[in-house]
């Protein structure tokens, strides 16, 4: 057997001089297979050339889509996905404008603006999972302030891709706000915001005056979006009062910051900031402390009549029409609507038979009572019914066939000319000259008490800048045809001409026409913000006393009838007022409504008699006699005014 391991001497030498130039396909030795096969199949894979050919169409038409849509991403549509990814990294945020100061006519601030601390949730920046979103709710419904239940309803009604911060809390104490911003930073969307909040330094006290604000509601932020108007979804707006009726000057500019936000809407930088422009301040014409006076002794009178259902008093300048105080009781807190009430408390304001929320002063609208007669006095001396001299004899009442208008005195009040008839208010006098008696005398009538009446203020708003306010009423003739279906008789006439009937006055017209009365004829409009100031103090405005008539009643009448409301402090119905200790004039009045015959208490004064500075009307609702109810409330406020606040 030929040993395996030994190579022949032959094969030796072939491998020695010769490069392997084959090899053995079949493992056969000495076989040689050329390099080169070109006479045999290579081995490979079978293939349709067809198939290839569309694979490779295939190939270049989805390389062609792709770079198709990578060139409309990039070149097309770049500034639009550059922009919305720039929108989710920088973002614009509203500042909201401080609101304008308010300060009565000594500078006292009446309303400030103080730090609130706001809870707030962007819907954009919330997860979209319905577990991640639970989630949320559940790590926020601690510092809320609300149920799982209800911080979920509110997150559920609020539109998801909207950047508008949502309210969640305000209102929150400094220290639990740091707090709340700790514990809420992993939280997404959520943050805390400083703005500034009202506060009414004197509360109740000017609570109808002032009003108060509130956020807007969707009906009124749609409105004011309809009118041009640039409100932020959670910026508050006058509700009430001064702070609705000049709302456009209160209100400022709002300023605006850009800032760069993470995933979670943090705000991680500041890029850029606008300010806010404040809103401007305004100056009343009011004089707190007299306004807090008056409120006080309101109150104190209240205390003691039980029956009452409350009470209204307008204190004012005659030579201008300026409102120094303003009061209607009861009244509210302006702050509780600031800060917040439940809903059990808001419900217990709205339904209070004596219905707080209602301005007395400017919208009640009352029977006169007594206090009218000083109109009718001066349209009969000028119409010249009757002059200075001429007198009547008041037996205790007029009849007029089977009807019998009484005087409040029984037996009457004797021989009284028209000085008497104002201080002593002798019905028989006023009876006469506004209805006549059908025989001897011709009086005022209807129309011309409509007339005068008019001149005087009564019958239409007085334009007082606030919203609310009333325009009393004066029948006529063809108003009670139209209305009841009756003629009008002359007793209809009589109970006109002592403020009876279907007339009815608000006080500030009261108080406007006495003030008439008071500076000899002139019939101001009354108004409340003397000064608009921009917040450096620099005056933008200021108001000019506009005069809505005068002229209609001659000095000389009108001089008559102050001269009668001069002797009812000295001899007749205000004989308290004679122990100030300067000159006064007045005339009360007691006024029947309803059907079991109770009675307003009416009385209004002016001060000093022969220079008047100062004119107060008080009405209190079911007081009892004007002497009695109204007119004490008056007299402490002019002592308070003589020694305090007379300017």
């Known amino acids: 057997m030929k040993n395996p391991f030994i190579i022949d001497a032959d094969r030796q030498k072939s491998i020695k001089h010769r490069e392997v130039a084959s090899f053995s396909r079949d493992r056969v030795i000495g076989t040689e297979v050329p390099w080169i096969f070109p006479e045999t199949d290579s081995i490979r894979m079978h293939t349709d050339e067809k198939r290839v050919h569309w694979l490779f169409f295939l190939g270049i038409v989805v390389f062609s889509i792709l770079l198709y849509r990578t060139a409309s991403l990039q070149i097309a549509s770049g500034d639009q996905y550059r922009l919305w990814a720039e929108q989710n990294r920088i973002r614009i945020q509203s500042v909201i404008a401080p609101r304008g100061i308010i300060f009565d006519r000594m500078n006292k601030e009446l309303v400030k603006n103080i730090p609130n601390f706001q809870l707030l949730l962007i819907p954009a920046d919330l997860p979209r999972g319905a577990d991640q979103l639970a989630d949320v709710i559940n790590n926020l419904t601690p ?36 707090v709340i911003e700790i514990a809420t930073r992993d939280i997404p969307g959520v943050h805390t915001e400083i703005t500034a909040s009202r506060e009414y330094v004197y509360d109740d006290q000017l609570a109808h005056v002032l009003g108060y604000t509130g956020k807007l509601t969707e009906k009124e932020y749609e409105s004011v979006l309809s009118e041009g108007a640039q409100y932020e979804l959670n910026e508050v707006t006058g509700k009430s009062g001064i702070e609705k009726s000049y709302e456009n000057i209160l209100r400022g500019i709002n300023g605006k910051r850009e800032v760069e936000v993470d995933a979670l809407g943090k705000v991680q930088r500041l890029i850029t900031d606008s300010p806010p422009t404040p809103g401007n301040n305004l100056t009343l014409t009011i004089d707190a402390a007299l306004q807090s006076e008056l409120s006080r002794r309101i109150s104190e009178q209240l205390a003691h009549l039980p029956n009452s259902t409350g009470a209204a008093a307008v204190v004012l300048d005659p030579r201008s029409g300026s409102i120094l105080a303003l009061a209607s009781q009861p009244s509210y807190s302006s702050n509780a609507f600031i800060t917040g009430q439940s809903d059990e408390e808001y419900q217990d304001l709205i339904n209070d038979p004596k219905n707080p929320l209602f301005f007395r002063t400017i919208s009640g609208e009352y029977p006169s009572g007594s206090v009218i007669k000083p109109i009718i006095a001066a349209a009969a001396l000028e119409e010249g019914i009757v002059n200075s001299k001429t007198t009547f004899l008041s037996t205790g009442g007029v009849s007029v066939g089977p009807w019998f208008f009484p005087d409040w005195k029984a037996g009457g009040h004797g021989v009284t000319d028209v000085k008497k008839a104002i201080a002593e208010s002798v019905n028989t006098f006023f009876y006469l000259v506004g209805g006549g008696d059908n025989v001897t005398t011709t009086g005022l009538g209807v129309e011309r008490i409509r007339e005068y009446g008019e001149r005087f203020g009564l019958s239409h708003p007085l334009g007082i800048d606030l919203l609310g306010e009333a325009s009393g009423f004066l029948p006529s003739k063809q108003w009670k045809e139209d209305t009841k279906g009756e003629p009008w008789y002359i007793g209809d006439t009589y109970h006109l001409s002592i403020g009876q009937g279907d007339l009815l006055v608000t006080p500030l017209q009261v108080a406007s026409y006495t003030a008439t009365i008071a500076n000899g004829g002139t019939l101001y409009q009354p108004y409340l913000v003397n000064e608009v100031k921009d917040s450096t103090g620099r005056i933008i405005s200021q108001h000019a006393k506009k005069i809505l008539s ?35 004039a007045g005339k009360t009045g007691t006024a029947q409504f309803g059907a079991d015959s109770k009675t307003h208490a009416w009385f209004t004064a002016f001060a000093p008699y022969e220079n008047p500075e100062i004119v107060i009307t008080v009405l209190v609702e079911a007081g009892g006699e004007g002497h009695a109810a109204a007119l004490p409330i008056a007299k402490e406020i002019l002592s308070w005014w003589y020694e305090n606040a007379r300017l």
């Open 143 to 178: 510092y809320s302030g609300l149920s799982s239940d209800d911080l979920e309803n509110l997150i559920g009604n609020a539109d998801s891709s909207s950047y508008q911060p949502l309210l969640i809390r305000e209102h929150v104490p400094h220290d639990e706000a740091v």
């Open 550 to 584: 005068s002229g209609f009643v001659s000095p000389a009448n009108i001089q008559i009838v102050r001269e009668g409301m001069r002797s009812g402090v000295t001899s007749g119905s205000s004989q308290q007022l004679a122990s100030l200790p300067f000159t006064t």
